[in-house]
C-alpha cells in the first residue's frame, strides 16, 4: 500500500475492515491487514482501538491468532498498544471466556502485557474480575501467581488506584460466584475498603434485588421455582422464559452464599455508639413546641453497619444471616443513638420488623431505646423514609394512610410506657409527629374516599333508576283486564323478577352505604378499619347488583327470542360481559379492601382467643385505640 494513502481512501478501507469484522469474514480480515503498514494493530476506530481489540472484543479467539501470525515475535513491544482510556489488547481478552487461548499468546509474545493498566489503575487481571469471567479470571490468576509467586507482589494486582478491590468489583457487577471464589482465595480482601469505606459485605448489603427472586409470591411462581429445582439442577432449560427464571434463581443461591461466608469475618457491629441515656421527658398538657417538622437523618453510607445497611435496603436474607451468626449484633447503635427498630420502622422494613421483635428478650431491652434526637421508635413511625430505588406505591392515599396507622398501633403496643409519652428534642411525642406529618396524606386519602364513593353511589343511582323501572315494564307486557304480567308462569319471567328485585334491593343498599361514606367525619381513626369495611361492603353490593341486573337483562332476552338452542345461550354469557368489565377494572382495589377485611376480623377473633403473643411487661394504662382520649379531639 502507498504510503501517501488519501483520507478518503483510509476512510474506505477501516470501512471494509470493520464490516469484515462485524460479518465474521476472517479470511478478508486478514487480507486487508497483510497490506496495512500496521497490520493487525492498524488503529480502526476513533477511540484508537486496533483490529486486535475489536476481534477480541468480538470474541474471536481463532481470528485473533491468526492476526498475531501476522506480526513478527522479535517485536513484543509492538502489541503494547493501548486505546485512548488505556487498554491493552489483554484487557480486551479479559472480558470474556472464549479468548483464553489468544491470550496466552499475547503473554507469551508480549509478558510485560500481564502488568499493565489502564486509565483506572486497572490490570487485564482486574478487568476480568470486574466482568464476572470466571474462566480468563483463573487463567490470569495463574499467570499472576506464576510470574509473582510472593503474596505482597500480587497485592498490586488485587487493588487499584481507588481502593477498590477485585472483591468490590465482583460484587458491585453482581457476579457472585466469582466474587465467593476471590472471598475464599483471598480472605484478606473481605475487610478492605474501596474509595468510599464500603466493605465488601456493606456493597453486598445494598443489592436487595439480588436476594429477590420474585418466587415466593404466590403459589404458582412457587410451584414453577420447584419446577426448576427439580428439572434443571445441573443443565440449563433451552426454555427461554424457564432460562431467565433459573438464571435468577441461580443468581439469588450465589448471593445468599457469598453473603454467609462474607458475614462470617464481619464484625463491624462491635463497633457500636453507646446506647443513649437520655431522660424522659414525660408529656406536659399545654406546653408544646411549635416545631413539628419532619426530621430525617441521612447517615453516610460508608458508616453504617452491614446489618444497618441491609434493614435500609431492605436485604432481609443478610440481616436474618447476621442475626444467626451473631444474635448479639440486635444491640447495635449507629452513630444518631438508633438500634435496629429505629431503622426497620423508619424504611418500612416490616419482615425485618417482625424478626427483631421475636427475639424475645432482647426486645425488652430495644423497645424503650431512645436516639440521640429524643426519638422513640414510635416516633419513627412520623418519620417514614421513601425508597428512592423502589417503584412507586400505586396504592391509594386512604390504603397507605391506613398501613401507617396499623403500624403505628403495632409499635405502640411493643413500647414500654415511657417511650409512648417520650418528647424529643422538638417538644414533640410521636403521636403528635404522626399526625403533624401525615397531614397532607390525611386530606388525600378523604378526598379520594370521597370521590370513589361519590362516583360509585351515582352508578349505584343508575342501576335502581333502571331496575325501579323495569319491575313496572315486565317483558311480554300485562293483561288488559288484570293487569298481570302474561308471561307470569314463564320459568325465566321467574329469574326476571327474582333478579331484578335483588338488583334493586343492592343497588339501594349500596347507595346508603356509600352515603355513610360520604357523611363521615373522616377523622383519622376511622380510615384504620371503618371507612374500607365500609367501602368494600358498598363495593360488593354493587359488584352483586350489576350481576343480578346482567341476569335479568339476559332472561328478558330470552324470553323475547321465543327459542331456547344454543345461540340463546350464547347471548346469555355475552350479556355478563359488562360485569366482567366492571370486576376487573374495580379487582386490584377489591383485592386490597379484601385484605383490609381480612386483618380486621384476625384482629377482632384475636381479642376473643387467648392470647398467643410472647410475653412482655405491657405499657401501665396503655390504650386499646391507636390515640389517646386526651387527643382524640385533633383527628376530625
Known amino acids: 500500500m502507498a504510503d501517501n494513502m488519501t483520507s478518503t481512501n483510509y476512510r474506505r478501507i477501516n470501512a471494509d475492515l470493520y464490516k469484515a469484522l462485524s460479518e465474521g469474514d476472517d479470511a478478508n480480515v486478514c487480507d486487508i491487514c497483510r497490506d496495512l503498514p500496521d497490520g493487525p494493530l492498524h488503529k480502526l476506530t476513533i477511540h484508537d482501538d486496533t483490529v486486535l481489540h475489536i476481534a477480541s472484543y468480538y470474541k474471536r479467539n481463532k481470528l485473533i491468532l491468526q492476526l498475531l501470525s501476522l506480526l513478527p515475535e522479535d517485536q513484543p513491544d509492538k502489541l503494547t498498544l493501548k486505546n485512548d482510556v488505556g487498554n491493552t489488547i489483554l484487557h480486551a481478552t479479559a472480558t470474556n471466556n472464549k479468548t483464553v487461548e489468544a491470550a496466552a499468546e499475547m503473554l507469551r509474545r508480549a509478558p510485560s502485557?500481564?502488568?499493565?493498566?489502564?486509565?483506572?489503575?486497572?490490570?487485564?487481571?482486574?478487568?476480568?474480575?470486574?466482568?464476572?469471567?470466571?474462566?480468563?479470571?483463573?487463567?490470569?490468576?495463574?499467570?499472576?501467581?506464576?510470574?509473582?509467586?510472593?503474596?505482597?507482589?500480587?497485592?498490586?494486582f488485587l487493588v487499584k488506584d481507588d481502593k477498590a478491590t477485585i472483591l468490590h468489583v465482583a460484587i458491585h457487577s453482581e457476579n457472585f460466584n466469582l466474587a465467593h471464589d476471590i472471598a475464599k482465595t483471598y480472605p484478606m480482601l473481605i475487610g478492605e475498603k474501596d474509595g468510599n469505606g464500603m466493605t465488601g459485605l456493606q456493597l453486598l448489603a445494598c443489592k436487595p434485588s439480588a436476594f429477590n427472586h420474585g418466587f415466593e409470591d404466590n403459589f404458582f411462581k412457587r410451584f414453577i421455582r420447584k419446577f426448576i429445582d427439580l428439572n434443571h439442577k445441573e443443565q440449563t432449560s433451552r426454555v427461554p422464559f424457564l432460562k431467565e427464571l433459573q438464571k435468577q434463581i441461580l443468581k439469588s443461591k450465589s448471593a445468599k452464599t457469598l453473603a454467609t461466608l462474607l458475614i462470617e469475618s464481619d464484625a463491624s457491629w462491635e463497633a457500636t455508639a453507646p446506647m443513649s441515656n437520655q431522660n424522659r421527658i414525660k408529656l406536659i398538657q399545654g406546653?408544646?413546641?411549635?416545631?413539628?417538622?419532619?426530621?430525617?437523618?441521612?447517615?453516610?453510607?460508608?458508616?453504617?453497619s452491614p446489618l444497618f445497611l441491609a434493614t435500609k435496603s431492605g436485604?432481609?436474607?443478610?440481616?436474618?444471616?447476621?442475626?444467626?451468626?451473631?444474635?448479639?449484633?440486635?444491640?447495635?447503635?449507629?452513630?444518631?443513638g438508633r438500634d435496629i427498630l429505629h431503622v426497620a420502622v423508619q424504611y418500612r422494613r416490616m419482615e425485618i420488623y417482625k424478626a427483631v421483635i421475636n427475639m424475645k428478650y432482647p426486645l425488652m431491652r430495644l423497645r424503650g431505646e431512645i436516639d440521640k434526637l429524643g426519638n422513640s421508635i414510635l416516633h419513627m413511625v412520623g418519620q417514614k423514609v421513601e425508597d428512592q430505588k423502589a417503584e412507586v406505591d400505586m396504592r391509594s392515599p386512604a390504603l397507605v394512610l391506613r398501613d401507617d396507622l396499623l403500624l403505628f398501633e403495632r409499635v405502640k403496643n411493643i413500647c414500654t410506657t415511657e417511650a409512648i409519652s417520650q418528647v424529643n428534642n422538638d417538644g414533640v411525642t410521636a403521636e403528635q409527629l404522626f399526625i403533624k406529618n401525615n397531614a397532607q396524606l390525611h386530606i388525600d386519602a378523604k378526598e379520594w374516599m370521597k370521590s370513589t364513593a361519590?362516583?360509585?353511589?351515582?352508578?349505584?343511582?343508575?342501576?335502581?333508576?333502571?331496575?325501579?323501572?323495569?319491575?313496572?315494564?315486565?317483558?311480554?307486557?300485562?293483561?288488559?283486564?288484570?293487569?298481570?304480567?302474561?308471561?307470569?308462569?314463564?320459568?325465566?319471567?321467574?329469574?326476571?323478577?327474582?333478579?331484578?328485585?335483588?338488583?334493586?334491593?343492592?343497588?339501594?343498599t349500596s347507595i346508603i352505604v356509600f352515603l355513610s361514606i360520604l357523611t363521615s367525619s373522616f377523622r383519622l381513626k376511622e380510615f384504620q378499619n371503618s371507612l374500607h369495611n365500609k367501602l368494600l361492603l358498598g363495593l360488593t353490593l354493587l359488584i352483586l347488583s350489576v350481576s343480578m341486573m346482567m341476569i335479568s337483562f339476559a332472561a328478558t332476552i330470552l324470553l323475547g327470542s321465543g327459542k331456547q338452542d344454543w345461540t340463546n345461550i350464547i347471548l346469555y354469557v355475552v350479556t355478563f360481559f359488562p360485569v366482567i368489565v366492571f370486576v376487573l377494572s374495580y379487582v386490584r382495589l377489591y383485592k386490597l379492601l379484601i385484605k383490609v377485611f381480612e386483618e380486621s376480623l384476625k384482629k377482632v377473633i384475636d381479642s376473643i382467643l387467648p392470647a398467643r403473643d410472647m410475653e412482655l411487661p405491657q405499657p401501665s394504662q396503655a390504650p386499646t385505640t391507636i390515640f389517646t382520649k386526651a387527643t382524640t379531639s385533633s383527628f376530625v
Open 454 to 508: 361519590g362516583n360509585c353511589s351515582g352508578f349505584a343511582v343508575l342501576i335502581a333508576t333502571v331496575a325501579f323501572a323495569s319491575s313496572f315494564t315486565p317483558p311480554g307486557g300485562s293483561e288488559p283486564d288484570t293487569g298481570r304480567p302474561i308471561m307470569e308462569g314463564n320459568y325465566f319471567f321467574i329469574v326476571f323478577s327474582l333478579a331484578n328485585g335483588l338488583s334493586l334491593t343492592f343497588s339501594l
Open 315 to 336: 436485604c432481609t436474607e443478610i440481616v436474618r444471616e447476621i442475626l444467626q451468626v451473631y444474635p448479639q449484633a440486635v444491640e447495635h447503635i449507629d452513630e444518631n
Open 113 to 156: 502485557l500481564l502488568t499493565m493498566t489502564d486509565m483506572l489503575g486497572e490490570t487485564p487481571f482486574f478487568r476480568a474480575a470486574r466482568f464476572g469471567k470466571s474462566k480468563s479470571f483463573h487463567f490470569l490468576e495463574a499467570e499472576v501467581r506464576k510470574r509473582f509467586p510472593e503474596d505482597a507482589e500480587v497485592r498490586a
Open 287 to 304: 406546653i408544646m413546641s411549635s416545631r413539628l417538622s419532619l426530621v430525617i437523618i441521612v447517615n453516610d453510607p460508608t458508616r453504617d
